[in-house]
């Protein structure tokens, strides 16, 4: 069983009895106690429950925040944030453009991790407000109603000025021989112009997204360095994104 299906299956059960412990749960998922207590720590450190002694009790649900933290249903965004978790590191700079899904990984963020994070995406910044050590630079430009986002040619100045450890680039559809691509034009060139000042681009898509495309390029499926989606990176219908230049989780 693979680990996002582990804090899936954990999650459900929690939200169904209410408690789980550690060897009732090693015994339902058929791994030692040591992988449920690594488990429970990490769904733990992501906010998705509270560590007990023993095991896990349910987080309260805050109905202020725009990603409901205390959801037990993990969906398709869910899976991909929890992947992504392991790409983000302690005192890195990134870039998150708009979307739920990069909001979803936010939620997620251990409370403490020391970050620079550069968005546009305007209600990434309220899931961020408990992060005290997480520093958050909004760019400028023109608020796009429909996208929640800023956008234009000062957003796209202003991008130029970092270079960020890695990009998380929502994306709108991806195909192996056209790339990523965008559904609008000013979202477009925010994507364009953080992959080219991102030292790693993370594509995030759900199995909606992949072999489809959109009217506005955004850069090559070569220039990306790991592709999450919300299937298992077996699955057979990823083999046409398999290439040494991209990891697939």
């Known amino acids: 069983m693979l680990k996002e299906e582990r804090f899936d299956k954990i999650l459900k059960l929690l939200s169904r009895d209410e408690k789980v412990n550690y060897s009732g749960l090693a015994q339902e998922l058929n791994v030692s106690e040591d992988t449920v207590r690594r488990d429970i720590e990490q769904l733990h450190n992501n906010g998705l429950l509270s560590k007990v002694r023993g095991g896990a009790i349910p987080i309260l649900k805050n109905p202020l925040s725009f990603v409901d933290r205390a959801s ?3 969906d398709k965004k869910e899976i991909i944030a929890l992947k992504a978790q392991q790409f983000i590191q302690d005192g890195q700079t990134i870039f998150m453009d708009g979307g739920t899904t990069n909001c979803s990984i936010a939620a997620k963020l251990p409370i403490g991790i020391k970050l620079k994070i550069i968005t546009n995406n305007i209600p990434l910044v309220q899931v961020l407000s408990n992060h005290k050590n997480v520093e958050v630079i909004l760019l400028g430009g023109i ?4 996208t929640q986002t800023t956008e234009g040619v000062k957003a796209c100045e202003e991008i130029g000025l970092y270079i960020a450890d890695i990009y998380l680039l929502g994306t709108c559809g ?7 691509t965008a559904s609008f034009f000013g979202d477009s060139g925010i994507k364009t112009a953080m992959s080219k ?3 790693n681009i993370i594509a995030l898509a759900n199995e909606e997204k992949l072999n489809t495309t959109e009217p506005f390029k955004v850069c090559a499926i070569e220039e990306v360095a790991v592709l999450i989606t ?3 990176s077996n699955d057979s219908r990823l083999d046409g994104y398999r290439r040494k230049e991209t990891k697939i989780v």
């Open 72 to 74: 037990y249903q993990t």
């Open 143 to 146: 608020y796009n109603t429909q």
């Open 174 to 180: 991806v195909d192996s021989k056209f790339g990523v």
């Open 197 to 199: 000042a991102a030292k």
């Open 230 to 232: 919300d299937l298992a």
